[in-house]
């Protein structure tokens, strides 16, 4: 039998950022609820387990960052509820983000910053699949192993839906995996990005020295609302009249 560890209290943490941050797109008017409930495990992951003093983060695909800013006030920052994110790191905001295809060119760069200045701590960068046709994206994968970024982490988001279409009928990415092996990065698949014991056992995983490492993890577009998964529609759509009521029935709230 696979030695499977109990993940309860991150189960619980998950659920309750889903909740807070479905009450923030009410409040606020915002959008975007898919593409923020597919990585909600992910961001968890990150800041409950992985996530080291000298580390830093950065989110991409920063039309998602309503739940980031939620967690990072658990944690005592401050940073402004935005789609949009603009740098702040005393707040823990690293990086500028909204322009896709941005978040991880400059990563790159602070990764191969600190290794030439022998400073200790990782970059971790999530991207969506959409940023995956980007060519700045394949620019940096070329620069991380020229410069042997072993400090640089990309997670990819894999819910193949981007903007209001599938991913297969926009711009079809094929074999995600082939491509980064063939950049020569350490290749790691996840294929249910919503499991704790599946991510922490892919970010613990060590890469090859001198290899920067990716996860690419198969993730549900709206994950935790069953009538709004795995829908284009849910990329940008506020949530109103019934809706409202089905969303807070199926995730508990009163």
């Known amino acids: 039998m696979p030695n499977i560890t109990s993940y309860d209290h991150l189960v619980s943490k998950a659920r309750k950022l889903r909740q807070d941050t479905f009450n923030a797109f009410i409040e606020y008017g915002e959008a975007h609820l898919g593409g923020s409930f597919s990585i909600i495990e992910m961001l968890i992951v990150l800041y409950e387990v992985i996530l080291k003093n000298d580390d830093k983060f950065i989110l991409s695909k920063s039309h998602a960052s309503f739940p980031l800013c939620l967690i990072l006030k658990e944690k005592g920052f401050h940073p402004e509820l935005s789609t949009h994110l603009e740098i702040d790191p005393e707040n823990g905001i690293h990086c500028t983000t909204g ?73 079809p990415l094929g074999n995600l995996g082939a491509k980064f092996k063939a950049f020569d990065w350490d290749t790691t698949e996840v294929h249910d990005g919503h499991s704790f014991n599946s991510l922490i056992a892919a970010l613990k995983t060590g890469s090859r020295e001198g290899r920067p490492k990716v996860i690419i993890a198969h993730t549900i577009k709206g994950k935790g609302i069953s009538e709004f998964e795995n829908d284009p529609v849910w990329h940008a759509r506020k949530i109103k009249g019934n809706e409202i009521e089905i969303g807070k029935k199926e995730l508990g709230l009163r």
């Open 99 to 171: 322009s896709l295809g941005h978040g991880l060119p400059i990563g790159t760069g602070m990764a191969l910053g600190r290794k030439m200045l022998s400073l200790p701590g990782k970059i971790y960068i999530m991207i969506s699949d959409g940023e995956c046709q980007e060519g700045t994206t394949w620019e940096s994968l070329l620069i991380g192993v020229k410069h042997k970024l072993d400090n640089l982490v990309v997670i990819v988001d894999y819910n193949k839906i981007q903007a209001l279409s599938f991913l297969d009928d926009a711009l």
